[in-house]
């Protein structure tokens, strides 16, 4: 398989763009989980403005386009000072669009903590931030977990919408290559592999933890 | 100050509550001394669980005053009016223990943890502290060798033990089960009345809202017959079960136990 | 720091015929999706050894590569093996081929749901296959589809602002226009994602109303 010498040359600029990707997806991850546990924090919480704040802002994440929602960000952060840093504003765009599914998914999950559970911990006298961390967060987090993956390679297929803002994630990185070198196939084989040598691994990881858990719920029985 | 304890250990007086439309609890007033076993009885929907739940503000009264001690729970007492802070309500239902019905255990926890919980993140023991404190406590139920194990791996009546493990371990005034044995299979009942019988020779403050006549017989100092939201009858067991004054508790009793009271 | 509405007049014109452009380019790439993703469907059930293979390797592919790279494949890619097309059609067909999986396993998901005793009563009375399918098979399978449905549309339409990188004068395409004739692109990016934000809020509204149209229909044909 003859690649061309150019576009063996360019290997190296094009997995700095890979790994600028990781990077990005990662930076998206950690804002999803941040933004995400605020959103349903806000949800759950006692001021109803908050409550319908986080409501609004899952709706418009959920019912907008990432691209819409980069540009809007990109051209809103200049006006806060924050300008001129488009890696910035890529990494925060991802963080909130993800952090909207990341808080409905651990919604959706949140009947794993019974009533019950909630009650012997009131009667205990435990404080309402140490049943959320101690009792309801980890119950919540580990129902998540195949879901929370998936979301994760979403975030992944979602990092080449940087390009558009001239980050130089894989995607970007590609398109100079062939800008320069006119071997459109080469690269673009290259750059999808490059994406589905992470997202592949990932979605497999993801249905064999959905597997594992659903087994270990099967033996508990009953939900206690 | 060395504080002595006081003979009251808690007090319900003119408890009221509703929910929506239905008033549940009509006035009820109890007054259960230390070391007194008092088993509540009654038919469904006669409030015997609301009482409870009541008691330790887990469901507040709409109306009448619940005391721990000569504290009164939930609101200021004193002068002053209005209620009491919520760290303030924790504190005290820390001094009141509760099993449930369905047992509550949390089930990402192994029984050990289920038990030392509390005790860390109620009374602020340090891991160690807490740890041993809890052995101790599954222990006295008899579960101190399953320690490692999740509730999901252990029988009923296991659960409703290392439950019982849980509230002994915060070493409360007194203990409030909310039918204890109600959700058991018939044959894991005896090893939690066990237990129950256990804690009564001890002298431990128990307030038992039960099904399990012959239980509340030979265990209770008092017994309290509800319905209806009131206290219709109360008094030693022996007086309640064997010669009830009240038409609604003899029938009661005919539908539990079958057969002719002694007149 | 302005933020004013007012720079837009005059281009909401050029704004709507983008919006009609991506509601015709919606109501393409979605049909083509479905007849896609029934197709495979059909394939993976029915088809050989090969063609599930076959399959699932394309399943793979669409679901481990973001859609941004096969737009840049299908667009620069195409042309080196001789495949000329406007962009509007490369637009179409890719949504259309990378949502197809997505379709696909919905439309498995719900097959398999619809109860099998229903089908063996028809075998018994002696309908044909085409008969059991179009009655008993596709009647029930119908309201199990919607959620996902909706969900894979609301997606496709969001993502179909993707198509304006590739310059297919799409809502996306116009609005960029619009702001290099303004250079107000905070207020023009805004509304276009209130726009986008009204049309899937629409999406999900209706289809909610339709599911509980649905819903009662089916209720009182089951036995109580």
Redesign the interface.
């Known amino acids: 398989m003859g690649f061309d010498p150019q576009v063996i040359r360019s290997l190296p600029f094009l997995i700095d763009g890979w790994l600028l990707t990781l990077e990005l997806t990662l930076l998206g991850a950690a804002g999803s989980l941040v933004f995400g546990h605020l959103a349903l924090a806000l949800q759950l919480g006692r001021h109803a403005p908050l409550r319908w704040g986080a409501r609004l802002y899952i709706?418009?994440m959920?019912?907008?386009?990432?691209?819409?929602?980069l540009?809007?960000l990109f051209?809103?952060l200049p006006?806060v000072g924050l300008g001129g840093k488009p890696m910035l504003a890529a990494a925060l765009a991802l963080g909130l669009n993800s952090g909207a599914y990341t808080a409905e998914i651990l919604r959706g999950n949140l009947r794993v903590v019974?009533a019950?559970?909630v009650?012997?911990?009131?009667?205990?006298?435990?404080?309402?931030w140490?049943i959320w961390s101690?009792?309801a967060l980890?119950?919540v987090l580990?129902a998540s977990l195949p879901a929370l993956i998936n979301e994760f390679?979403i975030l992944?297929?979602?990092?080449?919408?940087a390009?558009?803002v001239a980050v130089t994630e894989l995607?970007y990185a590609?398109?100079m290559v062939?800008a320069r070198t006119y071997t459109?196939?080469q690269v673009?084989l290259l750059?999808?592999i490059g994406?589905?040598a992470v997202?592949?691994p990932v979605?497999h990881l993801a249905r064999r933890t959905g597997r594992s858990i659903a087994t270990r719920r099967l033996?508990?029985?009953v939900?206690? | 100050m060395i504080e002595t304890p006081k003979p009251v250990a808690m007090r319900a007086e003119n408890v009221v509550k509703s929910f929506g439309s239905n008033r549940i609890l009509d006035g009820v007033s109890l007054t259960v001394m230390r070391g007194e076993v008092v088993c509540v009885l009654g038919p469904s929907g006669s409030g015997k669980s609301t009482l409870l739940r009541c008691l330790n503000w887990l469901s507040p009264p709409d109306a009448g005053s619940v005391w721990i001690g000569d504290e009164r729970i939930g609101m200021r007492g004193g002068g002053r009016q209005g209620p009491l802070p919520e760290s303030e309500i924790r504190r005290q239902r820390s001094r009141i223990g509760m099993v449930f019905q369905s047992f509550n255990l949390w089930p990402h926890m192994t029984v050990l943890e289920n038990v030392m919980e509390g005790l860390m993140s109620v009374k602020r023991m340090p891991r160690l502290a807490a740890s041993d404190a809890a052995f101790e406590a599954l222990r006295q139920v008899g579960l101190e060798a399953r320690r490692g194990a999740y509730p999901a791996s252990l029988s009923g009546g296991q659960q409703q033990r290392v439950g019982i493990a849980r509230t002994l371990a915060m070493d409360p005034e007194v203990i409030l089960f909310d039918e204890p044995t109600s959700a058991l299979d018939p044959e894991l009942v005896g090893e939690v009345l066990a237990v129950m019988r256990g804690l009564a020779a001890r002298s431990t403050t128990m307030i038992v809202v039960t099904h399990e006549i012959g239980f509340a017989r030979e265990v209770s100092d008092r017994a309290v017959f509800m319905d209806g939201g009131r206290i219709v009858e109360e008094g030693p067991p022996t007086q309640l079960f064997d010669n009830p004054s009240s038409d609604r508790l003899r029938q009661f009793l005919f539908r539990f136990n079958p057969t002719p009271s002694r007149s | 720091m302005k933020f004013d509405l007012s720079v837009l007049t005059g281009y909401w014109t050029s704004l709507a015929s983008g919006f009609g452009s991506t509601v015709w380019l919606c109501m393409a790439s979605g049909t083509t999706a479905i007849v896609l993703g029934i197709a495979l469907a059909i394939g993976q059930r029915r088809g050989g050894r090969l063609l599930a293979l076959l399959i699932r390797a394309y399943t793979a592919v669409t679901l481990g590569l973001p859609l941004l790279v096969l737009l840049y494949v299908m667009f620069f890619v195409l042309p080196d093996f001789g495949v000329l097309l406007p962009a509007r059609f490369v637009g179409v067909a890719t949504l259309a081929i990378y949502y197809a999986p997505y379709v696909a396993e919905a439309v498995n998901a719900a097959v398999t749901a619809v109860p099998a005793g229903t089908i063996e009563a028809g075998v018994a009375i002696g309908m044909s296959p085409l008969a059991i399918t179009r009655k008993i098979v596709v009647p029930q399978a119908l309201p199990l589809l919607l959620p996902t449905m909706t969900g894979l549309l609301i997606g496709l339409i969001k993502d179909s602002a993707l198509l304006s990188v590739i310059s297919v004068h799409e809502f996306m395409f116009a609005a960029k226009e619009v702001v290099s004739a303004t250079y107000a692109p905070l207020e023009v990016y805004f509304v276009v994602a209130l726009v986008y934000w009204a049309v899937t809020s629409l999406v999900t509204f209706s289809t909610r109303l339709w599911e509980q149209r649905l819903g009662r229909a089916h209720l009182s044909a089951l036995p109580r």
């Open positions: 709706s418009f959920r019912g907008t386009p990432s691209l819409v929602q540009f809007v051209f809103a006006l019974t019950g559970q009650e012997a911990a009131v009667a205990l006298g435990m404080p309402r140490r101690r009792i980890p119950q580990s390679t992944l297929k979602t990092t080449p919408l390009s558009v995607t590609g398109q062939i459109s196939t673009m750059v999808s994406y589905l997202a592949l979605i033996s508990a029985g939900a206690s």
